[in-house]
């Protein structure tokens, strides 16, 4: 387990009265408990993700994206802004050479690439696409919603969820000009609305969460004649029951990639999937209550004895004793107040 070192914790928060829209928590590993270091002034900070390199940390804010250096106390130093060209984002990542910053659009159905540079900080616009298109559900889904991006392992193809039209596409990435071209495309199923793709330590597998469905697909990848292929192995359900009005919202694999992590939101539940690093498939340990409501994100601590649920609508963060073995998760500690809170990422300090 990658549980020695100190870590802390970066939780991404809407900014609703309040200009500080990332907050920064010491990790106390040993009990499972957060203990806020500091606030950074950013609105709307709606995704936060590490560069491969572990020296920047990139966040949406409104109309773009800020770049930060990552302190060797964890504290962060803004690097630069750089606008995206369209409406605020929701969900950002970056290649495996940290050569390029993938922004995924919601409001816009838009996906657009910048460049980075090699002091971290962001470069120009190098392309966007516009998804088109007319989806499903027509009192929500009526048009594109590129909801997450994603790139294989191998760096060569990324892996777009448009939550709207009920698939992802799959763009082959020119890394000299950041140019994108589709080269396949995974349909889910109708009103599915794929939310967010995680995949597997060695990149054969990968996994789908989907929103209105409540649950996540398997597929096993690989590429053939310079070409993607995916095979979709598995289907298996995020709840214990389907309702109208539960939707699937988290996918988060522990650091050691044992265990896969998905949370419901309206049942208000997290489920916790044993994941075969040999076959990808998917053995579900537990389903059950994070004690809040609308888990928008939930993660294992590093050394996978606890859990925090981050619970957008009841403005907290709640905390679990997890012992995977039993099947059990057991609330132990007074949960954290945390206006709108969107995601968590653990960050394990250097030096």
Aim: hydrophobic letters at 35%; glycine letters at 8%; one cysteine or more.
């Amino acid at each position: 387990m990658a549980s020695s070192g100190k870590y802390v914790a970066y939780v991404s928060t809407y900014t609703m009265g309040d200009k500080h829209g990332i907050r920064i928590y010491d990790v106390d590993m040993e009990n499972g408990r957060f203990m806020e270091k500091d606030k950074v002034e950013i609105t709307n900070s709606s995704y936060v993700t590490i560069s491969k390199n572990k020296k920047y940390l990139y966040s949406i804010t409104d109309f773009g994206v800020e770049a930060y250096s990552i302190l060797q106390d964890g504290s962060l130093e803004l690097i630069n802004f750089a606008s995206i060209n369209g409406m605020r984002g929701c969900y950002l990542s970056t290649d495996y050479r940290d050569e390029y910053l993938f922004v995924s659009g919601y409001h816009d159905g838009k996906l657009t690439v910048m460049k980075l540079n090699g002091d971290g900080s962001i470069g120009a616009i190098a392309d966007e696409i516009y998804h088109k298109g007319l989806g499903s559900v027509a009192e929500r889904n009526f048009r594109p919603h590129v909801n997450c991006a994603r790139m294989t392992h191998d760096n060569k193809y990324l892996l777009v969820a448009d939550q709207g039209m009920d698939h992802v596409n799959v763009y082959r990435l020119d890394h000299a000009t950041g140019k994108l071209r589709l080269a396949d495309v995974l349909r889910g199923d109708i009103e599915s609305a794929p939310r967010h793709i995680k995949m597997s330590k060695d990149g054969r597998y990968i996994y789908i969460v989907h929103e209105l469905a409540c649950n996540i697909t398997v597929y096993r990848y690989e590429e053939k004649d310079g070409n993607p292929y995916f095979d979709r192995i598995q289907t298996i359900p995020t709840t214990e029951r389907k309702s109208l009005g539960y939707s699937a919202s988290a996918l988060t694999f522990s650091d050691d990639y044992q265990y896969l992590l998905a949370s419901t939101a309206g049942e208000n539940t997290v489920a916790v999937y044993k994941a075969d690093e040999k076959t990808g498939l998917l053995e579900r340990i537990l389903c059950l209550p994070i004690s809040g409501e609308y888990p928008k994100d939930a993660a294992f601590f590093p050394d996978n004895k606890h859990i925090v649920s981050l619970n957008h609508t009841s403005n907290t963060m709640t905390f679990f004793k997890s012992d995977m073995k039993k099947g059990t998760l057991v609330m132990y500690t007074k949960e954290i107040p945390v206006d709108l809170p969107n995601c968590i990422t653990f960050y394990k300090l250097r030096g």
